[in-house]
């Protein structure tokens, strides 16, 4: 079955075609500045896509509506635009992109694929904010988690690199992207996450601030008259990396930081202690672990921070070859250990396409 993965982003539209033997035949990332795409630019490079049998959406939010993947129709789409409250920034792009690609295939079956809803397995210990229990079924305040079909492919190849069954494996999966987070994954299963009822929650991002005391917000508000719209501006685009060093790519920050910049030193370290912090967080939510798997855009192009996370990590039996974490000329997709250390750290290409592929195939047999 050849399939179009419609994954749209916060300034573009991508779009794969997968064979199926996965071989991708087809790759174009259109401008979406602000959730926004041209059309006509749409339509004439799906036109140059040619046997598509069936589409498959990367949709931010399931909510508790959905825990899997679900063939689309004018009823789904409804129930997702329900959901835009819990996702206000993500989740009009994807249904925008469901319109758009709809109109031109309206023939071809579509599948809404959700990074919530690998998470949806958390256990009650993990997914439950110690809330008054009426705030928590009224408006469904619970931990939901996000990057989930990362986490997925990231948890199966690297089960496949080591020559494993994901099911016998408990793993850290690191997604360190613009947006970052974590997940504990326990024979296949997601056990614990780091974002919770939003992406805001966890790790240091590249503009997002991650956990800050809640009282802190409060204290904004009420103190520093703070509107809650500048609050949620502030800590979504102005904080994280860029809040501190003053640029949002990691690249720079190691440059800056390497030339003595003061800011730039210090972000480095606040993004290191909290990811070392959650790695181990993520550990003993599994009792143990036995591989640490990097992936993302920072997960796979900084070398740099995956040695600082594992020099902090040597006590969980995490060491990394130092020539083989540096290596620029190794596949993505590699276990970068050093020889005899008890658990394994893999760098895995971020490959939702791949992910949502399976998921769809599975929809649609």
């Known amino acids: 079955m050849r399939v179009l993965v419609v994954n749209a ?12 033997n996965d071989s991708l035949v087809a790759a174009h990332d259109l401008p979406a500045p602000r959730g926004r795409v041209d059309l006509a630019a749409l339509a004439k490079t799906i036109g140059e896509f040619k046997g598509v049998q069936a589409i498959g959406h990367r949709i931010v939010h399931g909510g508790t509506a959905f825990s899997g993947p679900v063939l ?21 792009k ?40 009426e705030w928590r079924k009224r408006w469904n305040l619970r931990r939901y988690g996000f990057h989930g079909l990362s986490h997925a492919y990231a948890s199966r190849r690297a089960a496949e690199i080591l020559g494993r069954s994901v099911r016998e ?49 409060l204290w904004l508000e009420e103190h520093a008259d703070m509107p809650p719209a500048e609050l949620a501006t502030t800590l979504e685009h102005r904080s994280g990396l860029l809040g501190l060093a003053g640029t949002s790519d ?6 800056k930081a390497d030339r003595g910049d003061a800011d730039a030193g210090l972000a480095l370290e606040v993004y290191v202690h909290r990811l070392r912090a959650a790695v181990a967080s993520m550990t ?12 993302g855009g920072v997960g ?25 974490n540096a290596a620029t000329s190794s596949p993505f997709d590699r276990d970068i250990s050093e020889l005899n250390a008890p658990v394994r750290t893999l760098v895995v290409a971020a490959r939702e396409d791949l992910e949502i592929a399976r998921e769809v195939r599975g929809v649609l047999g």
């Open 169 to 217: 494996m408990r793993l850290v999966t690191c997604h360190l992207g613009a947006g970052a987070s974590l997940a504990a994954v326990q024979h296949g299963r997601s056990v614990d996450t780091t974002m919770g009822f939003t992406p805001l929650e966890g790790l240091v991002m590249a503009t997002r601030s991650g956990s800050v005391d809640p009282g802190l917000v």
């Open 300 to 324: 796979e192009r900084a070398p740099r921070v995956r040695q600082l996370v594992a020099n902090g990590l040597a006590f969980l039996g995490v060491n990394v070859d130092p020539e083989e």
């Open 72 to 92: 689309i129709d004018a009823g789904i789409v409804e129930r997702l635009r329900s959901l835009t409250d819990l996702a206000p920034l993500h989740q009009p």
């Open 9 to 20: 982003g916060s300034s573009s539209l991508k779009l794969r075609v997968l064979e199926p």
């Open 250 to 255: 990691m690249r720079e920050v190691l440059a």
């Open 284 to 295: 003993a939510a599994m009792a143990g672990v036995d591989a640490v798997v990097f992936t």
């Open 94 to 133: 994807s249904l925008a992109a469901v319109d758009a690609v709809s109109a031109l295939f309206p023939d071809v079956p579509a599948v809404a694929c959700f990074d919530t809803a690998f998470h949806a397995t958390l256990p009650g210990a993990a997914a439950t904010y110690a809330l008054p229990m």
